[in-house]
């Protein structure tokens, strides 16, 4: 695609539940973030991907934060038994070249209620 | 962790005017970047420095890096009401693939 896209763009889901965001990257980049924006603060790294393998995770909070790309392409980040403190922006980026510039999806607005 | 700080957090000038901005960090650094962000969804690449460079340019952006300082400043020149935007720096540091992202700074240009 022409950009990094994120699905959905909004979600509510209420306390305790499961919740799966979806970033589908630029094609051909190998490298894959997620990250978690709160209002007023930057960008929080969580994970980073290096074609299908998690190569740094040391941002996810907890375990109840977990994401894969099964294929190298497309990323799922999941939140199970969701918090009402995980209500933020999630924001996915990809990158071509490792330590370069990096392209931001949109981003989805989760709020647990 | 943020490492990035941003500095002034917000700025308010006329159109027309220079905008600088400063981020601070804390350890060895591969590359700086410096990001907008519009309406707190997705950020926009402005400009990328590397360790071992001292200035860049891109259109009406200036960026300078001070490695002995860790710091470095943006420059925005003859700025426009569409400049208006928040403003991060973010750096990658060591063996790790991860940007590290500031507060970030708001810029705001009255037309």
């Known amino acids: 695609g022409a950009g990094v896209s994120q699905t959905p763009s909004n979600k509510v889901t209420e306390k305790g539940k499961y919740?799966?965001?979806?970033?589908d990257p630029i094609s051909g980049h190998t490298a894959l973030y997620w990250y978690r924006q709160s209002l007023g603060q930057g960008p929080e790294f969580l994970i980073y991907f290096q074609g299908t393998g998690a190569a740094d995770d040391s941002g996810?909070?907890?375990?109840?934060?977990?994401?894969v790309r099964p294929e190298g392409s497309v990323s799922t980040l999941k939140i199970q038994r969701t918090e009402r403190g995980d209500s933020a922006v999630y924001l996915c980026a990809s990158s071509l070249l490792r330590t370069g510039e990096a392209f931001f999806g949109q981003g989805?607005?989760?709020t647990v209620v | 962790s943020q490492q990035g700080e941003e500095d002034p957090q917000a700025l308010s000038i006329q159109e027309g005017e220079n905008a600088t901005m400063n981020c601070s960090y804390k350890t060895s650094i591969n590359n700086l970047?410096?990001?907008?962000q519009n309406s707190g969804r997705g950020l926009v690449h402005l400009i990328l420095i590397r360790s071992n460079e001292r200035e860049k340019h891109s259109g009406r952006l200036r960026v300078t890096l001070d490695t002995s300082k860790k710091s470095s400043s943006?420059?925005?020149?003859?700025?426009r009401a569409a400049d208006t935007a928040s403003y991060f720096c973010?750096?990658?540091q060591g063996g790790s693939?991860?940007?590290v992202?500031?507060?970030g700074m708001k810029l705001t240009v009255n037309p």
Not at chain 1, 61 to 66: A, E, G, I, S, V
Not at chain 2, 33 to 36: D, G, K, N, S, T
């Open chain 2, 33 to 36: 970047q410096w990001y907008r």
């Open chain 2, 74 to 79: 943006l420059l925005i020149t003859a700025s």
């Open chain 1, 60 to 67: 996810l909070p907890n375990d109840r934060f977990f994401a």
């Open chain 1, 108 to 110: 989805t607005r989760l």
């Open chain 2, 90 to 92: 973010a750096t990658s």
């Open chain 1, 19 to 23: 919740v799966e965001l979806r970033c």
């Open chain 2, 101 to 103: 992202f500031g507060k």
């Open chain 2, 97 to 99: 693939e991860k940007l």
